[in-house]
Nanobody
Framework: QVQLVESGGGLVQRGGSLRLSCAAS????????MSWYRQAPGKEREYVAT????????NYADSVKGRFTISRDNSKNTVYLQMDSLKPDDTAIYYC?????????WGQGTQVTVSS
């Protein structure tokens, strides 16, 4: 079965950096684009970034463009989210996502808290 396990969250000060990881299993990882989403307290889940199946193309939400970098290592079945210049507004639970046959799979999420 599809499993997505996020890690790397934590508490960081404004302007700091974190690197999130998402380890995937149960499907042909290198065949699918992978995405990150986030959900802040009291808000709906929102899109953050996507990387295509071979890593050749990426897309970002305007709110994180220029600060976050999504990447993947298909030899490790892992997708990453490098987050730099973090702001308090980036505080959220970050989720890894893969969409297969119009169905979304999600990990359990990892908490990122940015203090001011």
């Amino acid at each position: 079965q599809v499993q997505l396990v996020e890690s790397g969250g934590g508490l960081v000060q404004r302007g700091g950096s974190l690197r999130l990881s998402c380890a995937a299993s149960g499907f042909s990882f290198s065949s699918y684009g992978m995405s990150w989403y986030r959900q802040a307290p009291g808000k709906e889940r929102e899109y953050v970034a996507t990387v295509t199946s071979k890593g050749g193309s990426t897309n970002y939400a305007d709110s994180v463009k220029g600060r976050f970098t999504i990447s993947r290592d298909n030899s490790k079945n892992t997708v990453y989210l490098q987050m730099d210049s973090l702001k308090p507004d980036d505080t959220a639970i970050y989720y890894c996502n893969v969409r297969m046959f119009l169905y979304d799979y999600w990990g359990q999420g990892t908490q990122v808290t940015v203090s001011s």
